[in-house]
């Protein structure tokens, strides 16, 4: 089965650092949990059904978090870093009572560091 799964990788060009991903476990023991003769979603319904399925569930919890927000506020912060390419990027991200949530990332190679540039890319 080992052997599958580096084929598998090399065969579709996924990264082995998929391998330390908790979603990559929960998928392995949801897979060996699954009755007998389980098969895999096909093409069709993978990029149809169950991902609007699991988009639904995402904007549920996306609902969630900010009805929190207006109930017990939000700070909404950012932080830059730069990627493998060298460019600038901010993330901003909200933190809330029951967490943090990603909000968005900007690529601000081009933007000039001034502060009303930075409030413009945030609103």
């Not at 932080?79 to 993330?91: A, E, P």
């Not at 809330?96 to 001034?114: E, K, L, Q, R, Y």
């Amino acid at each position: 089965m080992d052997g599958k799964i580096v084929w598998f990788l090399c065969a579709c060009s996924v990264p082995f650092n998929v391998l330390c991903s908790s979603y990559w476990h929960d998928m392995v023991k949801g897979i060996n949990e699954a009755p007998k003769g389980y098969k895999s979603p096909d093409y069709e319904k993978s990029r149809t059904m169950l991902l609007e399925r699991e988009k639904t569930k995402i904007q549920r919890a996306w609902t969630h978090f900010t009805n929190e927000w207006v109930d017990c506020g939000v700070f909404i912060v950012s932080d830059g870093w730069t990627n493998v390419r060298n460019q600038h990027l901010i993330n901003v991200l909200g933190v809330f009572a029951s967490g943090v949530v990603f909000i968005a990332c900007h690529d601000s190679f081009s933007i000039s560091a001034t502060s009303q540039n930075i409030a413009d890319l945030l609103l």
